[in-house]
Nanobody
Framework: QLHLVESGGGLVQPGESLRLSCAAS????????IGWFRQAPGKEREGVSC???????DYKASVLGRFTISRDMPKNTVYLQMNNLKPEDTAVYYC????????????????WGQGTQVTVSS
């Protein structure tokens, strides 16, 4: 079964950048779409970006032009490059496998990673 582990979060100032990694094991990413989600304190989890098994990408409006999702198939890893970070990007970021239509952000049960904290503060 697919197992996902997130890494790359940290504390940065507004305008700086981070690259998150979602390392997959147990199965090849060729069979799955992968979505990035985030949850801020007191708020519901929201989809941020996803890449389908065919390579099609999607971005929520609030991150479009700042974030880029990509994958390295030989490394079986999905990345989220986050540029020009803003305080409102502060959240725990998760990756999970998504089913069918990638931009719907419907996840496969129990596919979530453990999450990585991103804090943007001056």
């Amino acid at each position: 079964q697919l197992h996902l582990v997130e890494s790359g979060g940290g504390l940065v100032q507004p305008g700086e950048s981070l690259r998150l990694s979602c390392a997959a094991s147990g199965d090849t990413l060729e069979r799955y779409g992968i979505g990035w989600f985030r949850q801020a304190p007191g708020k519901e989890r929201e989809g941020v970006s996803c890449i389908s098994s065919g390579g099609t990408t999607d971005y929520k409006a609030s991150v479009l032009g700042r974030f880029t999702i990509s994958r390295d198939m030989p490394k079986n890893t999905v990345y989220l490059q986050m540029n020009n970070l803003k305080p409102e990007d502060t959240a725990v970021y998760y990756c999970a496998a998504v089913v069918r239509y990638c931009p719907a952000y419907v996840t496969i049960p129990d596919s979530w990673g453990q999450g990585t904290q991103v804090t943007v503060s001056s």
